[in-house]
């Protein structure tokens, strides 16, 4: 099944992954519907956690929390499931990748709290709707991420520099692509740098830390944007006695609609 | 020492509150600065609650969240002293209000978490500077409040109705009213309703719940924006065995700036 064949609503598509009928890539399904990266932590780095993403909503845009245990997101999906509705996890054990599985049902317990973070979908369609391309999209790449100088602010146990994500604009569309991505703020919002990478960290903007390459031209300069990979790293880092991830690419995909998201 | 003579920097003024110089109503004390609601509960009260107000910004929007036992808020007042530096403090036990203190110090304890929420002044500072007079303080009164039929989104323990302040505004500027408050998400932002006060379940606009009665004059619409009331209210309600508050009209004046907090 590909992706053009899909059902556009949003619950259908789940229904489909909860069934094990499809299991893809995530970009570009149910157009139009926010979807979010998933963190799943113990209940006692809760706390923490959710307090490092009020400190640092941009790279870690809270949608929704549901409550230690629970696994119905009430507020971005009632009735989904957040054990079977994404098309693949990740498991982390001490902060070390175990193993990847397409349910949570049987390592599920009670002290489990699920973190739905915005991811950069959302103002991506924003700037193609404006007229400004993108690159990578264009190209069939994943979008260049790098690991900058810039520090979060630590909460707790958790702390770590911000990763970010580029893309190459246009001279004559940066105050645009600021526009349109202010206007949402629940899904990484507007640039944090423009222009120098140096000056945010980065060497070589040729040697991206995950994702591709994506060339620059002489007539764009590279704008940033904070990336929903910093709080996933962050958490690591602390090396939680277990935690779950979505699959790379793998979004859960919320009834939510991008525009119910979107100031002014 | 009358408001005239304060200082104008926020850091001088918590000194004198601090060394117990002055101990007065904050309104309009260093101009400009950012004040904050103050609610303080223990730990195991404190991931509820911070989900609670991530799921209820407009009525509850965090400014920081002083991590357990700390007293310093670094992110918005570095050298501050929650325990000392606001004017008078609210002690609850079990819900109920059992008297105020001038300092915290003696009741401290390792697992006090501190919240500091956004209060309306940035907001009606931008009103007044735009042309929009707000009748409550020109006739120094306190601004009308009002509980509402519009449920909070629970967490945890914590759930309850949206209490909001109610100020009259001229027909002829009620969308720049919204205009500018939309700017300041961080302290209550847009209104959440304009022009029927039975609609969201104020039966008498006579008749608030706190604050003042205010008069409505015939060329003007009730606007209603959410109120700082609403998490000390939600907080009370679930009887916390201890809480802390500021005293009515005492906030705490942060470092940061009004404009810090603008959005567009």
Same mark, same amino acid.
């Given at each position: 099944m590909?992706?053009?064949?899909?059902?556009?609503?949003?619950?259908?598509?789940?229904?489909?992954?909860?069934?094990g009928?499809?299991?893809?890539?995530?970009?570009?399904v149910a157009?139009?519907h926010v979807q979010?990266?998933l963190?799943?932590l113990p209940?006692?780095?809760?706390?923490?956690?959710? =307090? !490092?993403?009020?400190?640092?909503?941009?790279?870690c845009?809270? =949608?929704?929390?549901i409550?230690?245990?629970?696994?119905?997101?009430?507020?971005?999906a009632?009735?989904a499931?957040?054990?079977?509705d994404?098309?693949a996890?990740?498991?982390y054990?001490?902060?070390? !990748?175990?193993?990847?599985?397409?349910?949570?049902?049987?390592?599920?317990r009670?002290?489990?709290?699920?973190?739905l973070l915005?991811?950069?979908?959302?103002?991506?369609?924003?700037?193609?709707?404006?007229?400004?391309? =993108?690159?990578?999209?264009?190209?069939g790449?994943?979008?260049a991420?790098?690991?900058?100088?810039?520090?979060?602010?630590?909460?707790?146990?958790f702390?770590?520099p911000?990763?970010?994500?580029?893309?190459?604009?246009?001279?004559?569309?940066?105050?645009?692509?600021?526009q349109?991505?202010s206007?949402?703020?629940?899904?990484?919002?507007a640039?944090?740098h423009i222009?120098?990478?140096?000056?945010?960290?980065?060497?070589?903007?040729?040697?991206?830390? !995950?994702g591709d390459?994506?060339e620059?031209?002489?007539d764009?300069?590279?704008?940033f944007?904070?990336?929903?990979?910093?709080?996933?790293?962050?958490?690591?880092?602390?090396?939680?006695?277990?935690? !779950?991830?979505?699959?790379p690419?793998?979004m859960f995909i919320?009834?939510?609609?991008?525009?119910?998201?979107?100031?002014?």
């Open positions: 590909t992706v053009q064949t899909l059902p556009e609503s949003a619950k259908e598509v789940r229904q489909l992954i909860r069934t009928q499809w299991r893809g890539i995530t970009s570009g157009p139009g979010a990266n963190a799943i209940r006692d780095l809760a706390f923490d956690f959710l =307090l !490092f993403c009020q400190r640092n909503p941009k790279p845009p809270l =949608l929704e929390v409550e230690p245990g629970k696994v119905e997101p009430v507020i971005t009632p009735g499931d957040i054990r079977t994404v098309p996890y990740r498991i054990e001490n902060g070390v !990748f175990t193993g990847e599985t397409e349910s949570l049902v049987d390592y599920w009670d002290d489990l709290v699920s973190f915005g991811c950069s979908f959302s103002f991506e369609n924003a700037m193609v709707e404006a007229g400004i391309p =993108l690159r990578h999209q264009e190209l790449l994943n979008v991420m790098y690991i900058t100088n810039i520090p979060t602010t630590p909460a707790g146990v702390s770590g911000t990763v970010v994500s580029m893309r190459p604009v246009k001279r004559d569309q940066i105050v645009r692509a600021v349109v991505t206007r949402f703020p629940a899904t990484h919002g640039p944090i222009g120098k990478p140096e000056d945010i960290g980065i060497l070589d903007l040729d040697k991206p830390d !995950f390459r994506v620059l031209l002489s764009e300069e590279p704008v944007w904070a990336c929903g990979v910093t709080p996933q790293a962050v958490a690591l880092s602390c090396k939680p006695p277990l935690m !779950f991830a979505h699959g690419g793998k919320t009834d939510q609609r991008d525009v119910d998201y979107a100031v002014l």
